[in-house]
């Protein structure tokens, strides 16, 4: 959201403009309605606004203006005092909102969420913020912001900071070009920045179709908005409107822009083809430039509010959402309500304002550290090393707090064993359960193996989400495990007989799809997967297929069969591959783990009553009815105690979310695990 440039551009030429090299306030003006459309989108409405895309737009609007200036005047394109430059002025106030965020963070935010907000901080400080969300596929439009990470706005600031090396480039590869072959340099940019526009565009349109989620944080998908800001400056001089067309196009654009979010699916189609809405209506708005009537947009614009607001727009915005973060987090709500909304913004405003006054305008005209490359590189080193000294620190007393964890967990942490009434086993008291808060990222099985060769599925569905783990001898029984996640994350007692036994295990999964046939209850994507892997399991013939055969609701404590599974499963033993049904564990309403953080391990709310979480009468005799040599595993009784369903057992986490398992605590249950498939199973 930041602009390389101030306001004091190039003015375009035709009447009414302001002077040469003239103060556009009315490009002020609309960087600030542009924050404020961002802020006011985020803490009231819950949507996304269209304003981020503004900035990018003006960004590269002003910072093509600088360099054809320099290039046209024969000044020296030197990029290296300008990329210290740039970041000089840049960093210090990243700097202050990541310290002030880490701080609010140990103070207000859950253990469990630290991991992600240090990995955030770290790829915010560096610009790279944008690449890690896109890599996690997070939903930037959750409607509870308080499970948002704080830092998670940086990811604009990251597409721009790397914008703000590429650019440059290539104005001095289009200076090199024009000079080489004696071709008017604002031609070859035009040629440059055109192809730019139109292959980035075509790749938004696409990938925005095929994975949208992505495609928000991807900078690929977003250079064709900074390109056609650089566009937009090149055809600026040519762009003369008669007066009264200029003042129409002025509010048409800020009515565009204002209406964009409430009129366009910002969350489901953006940045494709549809953000060309709120960047035309920018483009409008500096098109009409400062027509000198009462009555244009410009007046409003240039406002001196309006102005003072554009001079605070990067604080404002680096504030805006953690401050609305941490204050849902504290309040423990999913929004802040009309009041807590003014309450929001005003500390934002404050915060931003101080940010201004006390840290970016002395650095920006700290004139020492402008005369010599070394003493940017410092102001750089130094800001970088504030924010990295603190996140060191931090990480590693994480991992030494988990090691202290790992090293006595025999003894602290039995976990499921305590529910076994043959040992007679107890967890000592005022022990911290395991697996450390910080490390429930590394709680699901993992599969890194991609299945090669013979084990390959013909299936392009398939292939590249197929995974095996293969013995270090001739395997003595091959097991394909079927299913969604939770077929994945009770592989993990699974996994550790199996490879004791030498028996080879290839896993075919796909969150959110439960393994049967028939479309109930199930997506096209879902449905077409099930085929495709029944199609696997036929040809690859193992000795048994294992997976979740009920499914658990929060809403309900009776557990039902998946669509199909019966029939499926009696397909599967027709042909002689026996299936091992495991009974799916309960899901809850609430995150297990914020739970405890929050609410303490013996709160009621952690420990819902058994009776209210899951059924003691599976639908197992409706399945056997169906397919009578299933064999049916049901370990509820190590899930749950007799009278409830606690967060914690044996001083372990029996969750780490919702729904989910501990892989920790699964491995405590490896002794009954064992015993109990050994019975029903009989391989």
Known sequence: MTVVESSRTVAPRGGGRAADRGFRAEVQGLRALAVLMVVTYHVWFGRVSGGVDVFLLISAFLLALSFLRKVESGRPLDLGRHWLHQFKRLLPAVVVVILGTLGATYLLVPRSRWPDILEQAWASLFYVQNWVLASNAVDYYAEDHSLASPLQHFWSLSVQGQVFILWPLLFVLSALVARRFRLRFRGVVLLVFGALFLASLGFSVWETATNQAYAYFDTRARLWEFALGTLLALALPFLRLPGALRIMAGWVGVGAMLSGGFL????????????????????????????????????????????????????????????????????????????????????????????????????????????????????????????????????????????????????????????????????????????????????????????????????ELLRGECYVIVPPSEPVREIIVVGDSHSQQWSTPLAEMAQERGWKMTFVLLGGCKFG???????????????????????????????????????????????????????????????????????????????????????????????????????????????????????????CREDDCPAVVGNVFVYIDDNHVSATYLRSMLPIFTQRFDEAVRL
């Open 517 to 639: 046939s028939g479309p109930e209850g199930r997506t096209p994507q879902c449905e077409q997967w099930n085929a495709a892997v029944t199609d696997y399991v036929l040809a690859q013939a193992p000795d048994l297929v294992y997976t979740v055969g009920t499914v658990a609701r929060s809403d309900d404590p009776q557990d039902v069969l998946p669509a199909g599974f019966p029939a499926t499963a009696r397909m599967f033993d027709e042909r002689g591959i026996k299936v091992a049904a495991v009974r799916d564990n309960p899901r809850f309403t609430s995150n297990r783990v914020l739970c405890v953080e929050t609410q303490g391990v013996d709160s009621p709310a952690c420990n819902p009553p058994r009776s209210t979480t899951l059924t003691d009468q599976p639908p197992v005799d409706e399945l056997l009815a169906q397919a009578p040599n299933v064999a049916f595993l049901d370990f509820t009784d190590y899930l």
């Open 264 to 459: 366009l699916d910002v969350q489901g189609q953006f940045p494709g083809y549809v953000a060309l809405w709120p960047l035309l209506a920018a483009a409008l708005v500096i098109v009409a430039g400062q027509t000198g009537s009462a009555v244009g947009a410009d007046r409003l614009l240039s406002s001196r509010p309006l102005v003072r607001m554009g001079d605070l727009s990067y604080a404002l915005y680096l504030w805006h959402w953690p401050v609305l973060v941490l204050f849902l987090i504290w309040r423990g709500q999913p929004s802040p309500g009309v009041l807590g909304g003014v309450l929001v913004i005003a500390v934002s405003l404050v915060l931003a304002y101080l940010t201004m006054r006390f840290v970016e305008r002395p650095l920006r005209a700290l004139v020492w550290a402008d005369k010599r490359r070394r003493r940017a590189l410092l102001v750089v080193a130094v800001s970088t090393a504030l924010v990295a000294a603190p996140l060191t620190l931090w990480q590693q007393a994480i991992t030494q707090q988990v090691r202290e964890s790992a090293a006595h967990a025999d003894t602290n942490n039995p976990g499921a064993l305590v529910l076994d009434p043959l040992l007679d086993l107890s967890a000592p008291e005022n022990v911290p359960p395991i697996p450390a808060t910080t490390e429930l990222s590394k709680e699901y099985f993992p599969l890194d193996r991609v299945c090669e060769g013979a084990d390959e599925p013909d299936d």
